[in-house]
């Protein structure tokens, strides 16, 4: 990706050139050293005053076997500064096969733009092109996935150091590096880049707009072609365009009525040192001119930025690469906007939150783990990787941290709130700790093809019909919205949808491989998984049983010994003292709960006969398995009459017990989650650490 100012070659200071302004190269440069040496101190603490996320565009089809979710829904990610210093947000729109992850976090850790933007006071807003990232892809909507997955080897001829003076990655830009891993595990499927798709773009994109009010928009690659679109329809509220990385084709699609239908947005484009778009960003910016354009190309080797490559935003340098950036867009875009504080975005005040959804962050970023590797015949694909998004509280309070795992079908975003609501990973960190969350493999940001993960591991989206009657899901009394077909708190909870993985062995092989990678990284922690999810800690407590502190379970489904649960309470070996190396050794019979046991009553469940054989590495480690009125799941009787007998300390949790009633499955996300999560964090404050 590669942003580009203007063509400084033949520049003499304030020379006009196509009717464009040109700020003088000396001038600018000398700008660019003040910002550099001002900013070469520790980065500084994020202070958000609104951090969550919303679905665009969630529609709804109707087909043979039920209503579904479209796929055709936009993921928009947002930081709100609680001091905003620039009158327009910043909207940070990925292309290729990326996602929005290109703008978190760099391969090797460090802060990406959307952190150092929120940190000069912008309002950022970071999107997944529909049918990418957090978007789920049904190929029955979406398209067919390529023939091929990305390679590490195509990878790494890309984006890699490869190419002369590229010195920026932050690796050796290999097939083996670790860097580049980084950027295969990102990699999906796009939709392809015809009228339709760019409709769909141009609709979502003019939908955010209209939520935000003004922005300036900053993309890479052919993630042009949705600012380029969006700014047709929505001129008054794009601010300015700034082009990074441009794809030659990116203008093809637009006709030249179109083209000067631009003139009124100022356009940069961004162009790296060591990159290919050094032959084509001059051919655009010239065509654009044409057009009647007011293009800034902005080369930053004439900056003395050298050594990037097309991921300029990943590289070492990133700092560096922005502060052009920044000084254009105050200049060109923000340039006579009143004043510098801006007005409260419109729509400010829809599902306005009852609790605060204010973070201070020391820190926060995003990685993937688990990136196996799997040879075929046209190269080396990526396999199992799980995304971790973590956030770091500016005053941390607790020892340990907090790893969160989505249930069913969903990802992430299920810990992080509903509807613009708070969810488990404010709370947690408003509280003092440390928070990991993940996208397990072929979820959310683990991105899914069949070649790494077989042609039946994504089932097609859940149709809504058996959902919306459910008591223990959306029919609950403490569900946010009104019930029903076209309740959109059902809608944003359908958005992330993606149905269950078929093979939950294979699934929990890789899960587990990335969990142990996690925690090896992290240290000593917490796991706290949620219904599908609940696999998670058993088999990485039981790899890495000294890191692993306490053990949350919320409605973990299955019961012992059911359907692919042949191993007690998971898919995959566990374990046991006497040793079990085949499921048929295991002896088991039938009990029957008390009738007053809480919801679900499985009657009867397997256990083990006595003697039973235990779990040899989880015994220390502290259990709660929380459970509401109307839950889903396994039956919290069976799972802890199975935990007791395999020999774990367990605690059960009824929300009836703490005067809570009307929840369902889904109780990290309804009215009263705070309240829930009061039950959840008392308990870790008795039984796992108390707060420094």
């Known amino acids: 990706m590669s942003y580009t100012r203007r063509e400084f070659g033949s520049l003499v200071g304030g020379t006009v050139a196509a009717g464009t302004f040109l700020m003088s190269a000396p001038v600018l440069a000398a700008r660019e050293a003040q910002a550099r040496a001002a900013s070469e101190a520790a980065a500084p603490i994020l202070d958000i005053a609104d951090w969550s996320y919303f679905w665009f565009g969630v529609e709804r089809a109707t087909l043979a076997r039920g209503t579904v979710i479209n796929g055709m829904q936009m993921y928009v990610e947002h930081w709100i500064p609680t001091s905003v210093r620039h009158p327009y947000a910043v909207v940070l729109i990925h292309g290729g096969y990326g996602q929005g992850t290109d703008w978190i976090s760099t391969p090797d850790g460090r802060r990406g733009w959307a952190s150092q933007f929120l940190e000069q006071g912008y309002r950022v807003y970071v999107l997944d092109r529909p049918g990418q990232g957090r978007n789920p892809n049904h190929p029955f909507v979406n398209g067919l996935f390529d023939a091929q997955a990305p390679t590490f080897e195509s990878v790494a001829r890309r984006v890699g150091a490869a190419v002369q003076g590229h010195t920026q990655w932050p690796g050796a830009g290999d097939a083996a590096d670790p860097a580049i891993a980084q950027v295969v595990a990102s990699l999906g499927q796009p939709m392809g880049n015809n009228a339709i798709t760019q409709n769909v773009w141009r609709t979502r994109g003019a939908m955010l707009l209209d939520e935000i009010g003004p922005a300036v928009l900053v993309t890479h690659g052919d993630g042009s072609v949705f600012a380029w679109v969006t700014a047709l329809v929505r001129p008054a509220l794009v601010k300015g365009i700034v082009a990074v990385e441009q794809e030659p084709q990116s203008l093809q699609s637009l006709t030249p009525p179109q083209l000067a239908a631009l003139a009124s947005v100022p356009i940069a484009i961004v162009t790296a040192e060591a990159s290919p778009a050094t032959a084509t960003d001059p051919g655009i910016a010239a065509a654009l001119r044409g057009a009647g354009c007011t293009v800034e190309h902005i080369r930053l080797a004439d900056l003395g930025i050298h050594g990037n490559g097309p991921m300029v935003m990943m590289e070492k340098n990133n700092r560096d690469a922005l502060r052009p950036i920044l000084t254009w867009m105050q200049a060109s875009a923000e340039g006579s906007a009143p004043g510098t504080q801006a007005a409260a975005p419109r729509g400010a005040d829809r599902n306005r939150n009852a609790e605060s959804t204010a973070l201070r962050l ?86 899914y093809h069949p070649d790494a993960l077989g042609p039946s591991h994504l089932p097609n989206v859940p149709p809504l019909e058996g959902l919306i009657e459910a008591t223990n899901v959306f029919k609950t009394g403490q569900w946010p919205g009104p019930g029903g077909i076209s309740d959109p708190f059902i809608g944003q909870f359908m958005a992330c949808e993606s149905g269950n993985t078929a093979d939950e062995a294979f699934h929990s092989d890789l899960a587990w491989a990335g969990g142990v990678e996690l925690v090896d990284r992290i240290g000593p922690c917490i796991i706290h998984g949620h219904a599908f999810g609940g696999f998670f800690g058993w088999g990485v407590a039981d790899r890495r049983p000294q890191l692993v502190k306490g053990i949350l379970c919320m409605e973990i489904n299955g019961n012992p010994f059911e359907r692919q649960l042949r191993w007690g309470l998971t898919a995959s070996p566990m374990t046991y003292d006497p040793p079990v190396s085949d499921v048929a050794q295991f002896s088991l019979v039938d009990r029957t709960p008390p009738p007053d046991s809480p919801r679900p009553i499985a009657s009867p469940f397997k256990l083990q006969a006595e003697p039973a054989r235990r779990w040899k590495n989880l015994p220390q480690i502290p259990i709660a398995w929380i459970t509401s009125e109307f839950g889903a799941g396994g039956s919290p009787v069976a799972n802890v009459e199975f935990l007791k007998q395999v020999g774990c300390s367990v605690d059960l949790l009824r929300l009836r017990d703490y005067g809570m009633a009307g929840n369902g499955n889904l109780m990290l996300m309804e009215k009263n989650n705070h309240e829930v999560f009061g039950v959840l964090r008392d308990w870790l404050d008795r039984k796992v650490a108390k707060p420094a």
């Not at 941290?401 to 960190?429: A, D, E, K, N, S």
């Open 362 to 447: 020391a820190d926060q970023g995003g990685f993937w783990v688990g990136v196996g590797r799997k040879r075929m015949p046209y190269g080396t694909i990526a396999q199992g990787q799980m995304f971790v998004q973590y956030m770091i509280p500016a005053e941390k309070r607790y020892p340990y941290p907090v790893i969160l795992v989505h249930g069913g079908g969903g990802q992430g975003t299920h810990m992080m709130g509903l509807g613009r609501r708070p969810g488990w990973v404010h709370y947690f960190v408003q509280a003092g700790y440390s928070v990991y969350w993940l996208d397990r493999p072929s979820y959310g940001r683990s991105p």
